[in-house]
């Protein structure tokens, strides 16, 4: 956090100082109280980075404490280091404040990597190599499998050779939080080469406190953290090490804390921990010591996994922190008894944690491994681990999307589709009723069959979309994170298909695609039968017409289905939210990639554009007018309107408004989108409406039923009953007389 004094800051700090000064009694609660805007401002005035300055000419850049700074001077374009910096130096606070080091390190522009290691047989020049090396390694971006693999060798040679002194130690650090952000493919001499690394850094953390002769050591990279220490066996119960979160993911000496004698995990109020490891000593066995002993710790922790390439877990877009630990102790009784640590994964928008399993990296099988390892809880967002032993551990999580199931059916929807299939059902019944008859020709026959498939594809697709197109899944369900320590195959989890709806998706799209095909072919005839003046339809016609009216539906929905569909990631073909074709990526923007546009827009807009043709076709001959005709212009025109208008509704053209809600946006998508929902859910009723209800024949056959209803006579039986007053023998009948006759008698 860059903050600078101001002058209210420079006025509280005087304020203080004046008061300690003139008082002689110690600060009490009262004052601490009275003057919390003082140490607020205090608090807020510590500055944690150089500023930005100009050193021995070259000009570096605002930084943090312990980073190092790139010079904005950079090498000439013919050079081998053309656009890299010519210098570098770290900011340190060894002399009270944050300043940049001095003399900086400069570069030789015509250096390479193979160069430098070379080179490296040369102990005066460590230094020197060892700043080239991590001015050429500075942009992660451009470097190539090879100067990731020669790097790495470089800071391996550097990190082993007894000649290296702390700078070239701290430089080779560097080089390697650099090489954390390499994005180069996996190659085998790369991994054999980081592997290596990553040993060394463990043994340089456990020895770098007693080479220097200190109690504690610290290398803080933005990517890398190495923290040594030597702790006294019999004044310790445990220690811990800690990676405070900042608004920022990069890691700040300011953020990593060591805490060597604690007895349980402590983090304090206000703080967050993203990466924690601790481990504890048996008590017993300390408290024997009877000559004094120190053990050596270290820990490094890794920004991300890039060193560790696993073959058991894909990794994605997790961001998988690795964190280390040595213990190094003269006797047998300074081994841990326990080692628990704390991961906190950082989660995309819109995902939850699915499961987690926490490892170790076994080097025998260069892979991760769950031995002696088990989990604990993750009710608050952070992983907690617990192994038996000390090495490179992580948490191997994985993550699941939340979606945001919408209402798929609402209530136009519901209600359009339920007139439509009631219109539908009536309509094939009287379809087949009509047309199929013992007495009806098979040339009449032919010309038939496509409006009755028409009616049923269209039936089969609305019913299917009822009864299955929802997908909700049990949210309690999947907030149970299982107990079992197993690596998960990859960081982002995919629910096992359950068939259910993957089966709804694929007679969907079906039937869809038969109801279009099957419209095209009834426009096809039509046009043969009209434009032609033909009383009958081709040979044969009827053989085809089937076989693409249901066998190439039936082929793109086949193809679909086995080129994108996985059991064990049926996303690739259908959506999680309702059970249809999948549409978007995973930024949720529209993909041209996805079954949805080339396994369905294409083909329907094909078909819609072939329909329209022969829509305009069979209009233009219904709507030609013969002179000699004698008929009166309104009903002509009429009739003309209503036989173009139901064959639009046949053809589906009313999908067209589908193409056009994808395209516009604001007031004008929520216009398509309404027409869309109404002509489309009401098809069915529409269909029934201009081609059974307006036949006479069909009214007829219903005036009919309802006469025959209405002549139905229900005998009824009747009872008379009379009002006695007593029980009595000869019983007399009440005899009631209106209240207006017994005022005028």
């Known amino acids: 956090?860059?903050?600078?004094?101001?002058?209210?800051?420079?006025?509280?700090?005087?304020?203080?100082?004046?008061?300690?000064?003139?008082?002689?009694?110690?600060?009490?609660?009262?004052?601490?109280?009275?003057?919390?805007?003082?140490?607020?401002?205090?608090?807020?005035?510590?500055?944690?980075?150089?500023?930005?300055?100009?050193?021995?000419?070259?000009?570096?850049?605002?930084?943090?404490?312990?980073?190092?700074?790139?010079?904005?001077?950079?090498?000439?374009?013919?050079?081998?280091?053309?656009?890299?910096?010519?210098?570098?130096?770290?900011?340190?606070?060894?002399?009270?404040?944050?300043?940049?080091?001095?003399?900086?390190?400069?570069?030789?522009?015509?250096?390479?990597?193979?160069?430098?290691?070379?080179?490296?047989?040369?102990?005066?020049?460590?230094?020197?190599?060892?700043?080239?090396?991590?001015?050429?390694?500075?942009?992660?971006?451009?470097?190539?499998?090879?100067?990731?693999?020669?790097?790495?060798?470089?800071?391996?040679?550097?990190?082993?050779?007894?000649?290296?002194?702390?700078?070239?130690?701290?430089?080779?650090?560097?080089?390697?939080?650099?090489?954390?952000?390499?994005?180069?493919?996996?190659?085998?001499?790369?991994?054999n080469a980081t592997l290596s690394l990553t040993q060394t850094l463990d043994q340089l953390s456990v020895n770098l406190s007693s080479s220097l002769n200190t109690t504690q050591s610290q290398v803080v990279q933005p990517n890398l953290v190495v923290q040594s220490a030597q702790v006294p066996a019999a004044d310790t119960q445990g220690v811990q090490f800690t990676s405070l979160t900042g608004k920022s993911g990069s890691f700040v000496s300011e953020r990593i804390q060591l805490n060597t004698n604690t007895s349980t995990v402590v983090v304090e109020n206000r703080f967050i921990a993203d990466a924690l490891i601790y481990i504890r000593f048996s008590p017993e066995t300390v408290s024997r010591h009877q000559k004094p002993s120190n053990v050596s710790l270290g820990f490094v922790l890794y920004q991300n996994g890039r060193f560790f390439r696993s073959r058991l877990y894909r990794r994605r877009h997790a961001a998988i922190r690795v964190l280390s630990a040595s213990v190094k102790g003269q006797e047998r009784s300074v081994v841990p008894q326990h080692v628990e640590m704390l991961f906190r994964p950082t989660l995309m928008n819109g995902t939850s944690l699915n499961d987690f399993a926490c490892v170790f990296w076994d080097y025998s099988v260069e892979d991760w491994?769950?031995?002696?390892?088990?989990?604990?809880?993750?009710?608050?967002?952070?992983?907690?681990?617990?192994?038996?032993?000390?090495?490179?551990?992580?948490?191997?999580?994985?993550?699941?999307?939340?979606?945001?199931?919408?209402?798929?059916?609402?209530?136009?929807?519901?209600?359009?589709?339920?007139?439509?299939?009631?219109?539908?059902?009536?309509?094939?019944?009287?379809?087949?009723?009509?047309?199929?008859?013992?007495?009806?020709?098979?040339?009449?026959?032919?010309?038939?069959?496509?409006?009755?498939?028409?009616?049923?594809?269209?039936?089969?697709?609305?019913?299917?979309?009822?009864?299955?197109?929802?997908?909700?899944?049990?949210?309690?369900?999947?907030?149970?994170v299982p107990q079992t320590n197993v690596i998960p195959d990859s960081d982002e989890h995919v629910d096992p298909d359950r068939g259910s709806c993957t089966a709804v998706a694929a007679l969907l799209h079906f039937f869809l695609l038969a109801t279009f095909t099957w419209n095209s072919m009834y426009g096809t005839q039509l046009v043969l039968l009209v434009r032609t003046m033909r009383r009958s339809l081709p040979p044969n016609w009827t053989l085809l017409s089937v076989a693409v009216g249901w066998g190439v539906p039936a082929v793109f929905m086949a193809v679909t289905l086995g080129a994108t569909y996985r059991v064990d990631n049926p996303l690739g073909y259908r959506q999680e939210e309702f059970c249809w074709l999948a549409a978007l990526d995973k930024d949720k923007q529209f993909h041209f990639g996805r079954p949805m546009f080339w396994s369905f827009l294409v083909p329907v807009g094909l078909i819609l554009v072939y329909n329209i043709v022969l829509f305009v076709l069979t209009s233009l001959t219904m709507c030609r007018t013969d002179p000699t005709l004698k008929s009166t212009s309104h009903l002509t025109l009429k009739k003309k309107f209503l036989s173009s208008f139901s064959l639009a509704v046949l053809l589906g053209l009313s999908w067209t408004l589908g193409y056009l809600v994808l395209v516009t946006t604001g007031h004008a998508h929520l216009v398509f989108s309404i027409l869309f929902c109404v002509c489309t859910t009401t098809q069915g009723f529409q269909i029934f409406i201009l081609f059974t209800a307006r036949k006479p024949s069909f009214r007829a056959s219903v005036s009919r039923t309802l006469q025959y209803a209405s002549s139905v006579n229900i005998p009824l039986q009747n009872s008379k009953y009379n009002l006695l007053r007593g029980w009595k023998r000869n019983t007399a009948s009440e005899s009631y007389r209106d209240l207006k006759d017994e005022h005028t008698s």
């Not at 109280?33 to 510590?46: Q, R």
């Not at 608050?380 to 209402?407: I, K, M, P, Q």
């Not at 087949?432 to 013992?438: A, K, P, Q, S, Y």
């Not at 032919?446 to 197109?469: D, E, H, Q, R, W």
Request: hydrophobic letters at 40%; charged letters at 20%; aromatic letters at 8%.
């Open 369 to 480: 491994n769950t031995a002696g390892c088990s989990k604990g809880n993750a009710s608050d967002g952070v992983l907690r681990c617990f192994c038996n032993h000390t090495t490179n551990f992580a948490a191997l999580w994985s993550f699941r999307e939340n979606y945001e199931y919408s209402d798929a059916l609402d209530v136009i929807s519901i209600i359009g589709l339920s007139v439509s299939i009631l219109g539908l059902v009536v309509t094939i019944v009287y379809h087949i009723r009509d047309n199929f008859g013992m007495k009806t020709r098979q040339s009449d026959i032919n010309s038939k069959i496509a409006p009755l498939c028409i009616y049923v594809s269209l039936l089969a697709f609305i019913i299917t979309f009822l009864s299955g197109v929802e997908n909700r899944r049990d949210d309690a369900e999947l907030k149970v």
């Open 1 to 191: 956090m860059q903050l600078f004094m101001t002058p209210s800051s420079s006025a509280a700090r005087l304020r203080l100082q004046n008061h300690m000064r003139t008082s002689n009694r110690p600060i009490s609660v009262s004052d601490l109280l009275i003057n919390m805007d003082v140490w607020f401002l205090l608090f807020l005035t510590v500055e944690n980075f150089c500023r930005a300055n100009k050193t021995e000419g070259f000009s570096f850049p605002a930084t943090p404490i312990g980073w190092f700074a790139y010079s904005e001077e950079v090498c000439p374009t013919g050079t081998s280091g053309a656009g890299k910096s010519q210098a570098s130096t770290r900011c340190s606070n060894k002399t009270g404040s944050p300043s940049f080091e001095r003399p900086p390190q400069v570069f030789k522009c015509d250096q390479t990597l193979s160069d430098i290691k070379q080179n490296l047989t040369s102990v005066a020049d460590l230094e020197t190599l060892a700043s080239s090396t991590q001015i050429l390694t500075s942009k992660p971006e451009e470097l190539t499998a090879d100067n990731v693999t020669t790097a790495a060798q470089i800071a391996n040679t550097l990190l082993l050779s007894p000649q290296a002194t702390e700078s070239v130690r701290v430089a080779a650090v560097a080089t390697v939080s650099q090489l954390l952000n390499a994005s180069t493919p996996d190659t085998d001499t790369e991994e």
